[in-house]
Structures are given as structure tokens and as C-alpha cells.
């Protein structure tokens, strides 16, 4: 997950990003994100959902993750 300044719409440069630290060499996908306020709701891929503190987007923390299918274990990926 990037975050991107537009403040100035000629050049547009990345602030912060973000990938779940407990999976960080299993491909991540963030399909969907919803802003409230200083957290940000985001559906994961394979992983469930994940709520992220966005209060310092240079320094995005995770706050909590619904994680159904397990998808930090090691056997499994996107396609089982």
C-alpha cells in the first residue's frame, strides 16, 4: 500500500507505504480501502481484512487483522 502526495498535481511523489509485516514475502494485494477518520479499513487478497492507524502516513501501523484463512502460514498462497 503507497501513499501518494498530489498537493501538487505535477509531481505527485510517495510519502509512505505499507505491507503486513507478518507475511512480507508472500505477495500482497489490497483490493479495497475505506477511510474513517485516522484509520483505514483494508480487504486483503487472500488475507482477510486489515484496520491500519493512517494518523502519520509515513509511519502506517497496523491496529488489527481478520485473518480467516491463515494466509501467514507458510503452505498457504493465493491459489489453495
Known amino acids: 500500500l ?3 502526495d ?16 507478518k507475511f512480507p514475502n508472500k505477495p500482497q494485494a489490497f483490493n479495497n480501502l ?7 479499513y483494508v480487504a486483503v487478497d487472500y488475507a482477510g481484512l486489515e484496520v491500519l492507524d493512517i494518523r502519520n ?10 485473518n480467516p484463512w491463515r494466509a501467514d502460514s507458510l503452505g ?3 491459489f489453495n
Do not use: F
Not at 60 to 65: A, D, H, R, S, V
Open 2 to 4: 503507497r501513499v501518494v
Open 6 to 21: 498530489v498537493s501538487d498535481p505535477h509531481k505527485p511523489h510517495e510519502i509512505g507505504r505499507y505491507v503486513n509485516p
Open 34 to 40: 475505506v477511510l474513517d477518520g485516522d484509520r483505514a
Open 57 to 66: 502516513p509515513r509511519q502506517i501501523k497496523q491496529l488489527g487483522w481478520w
Open 76 to 78: 498457504n498462497v493465493w
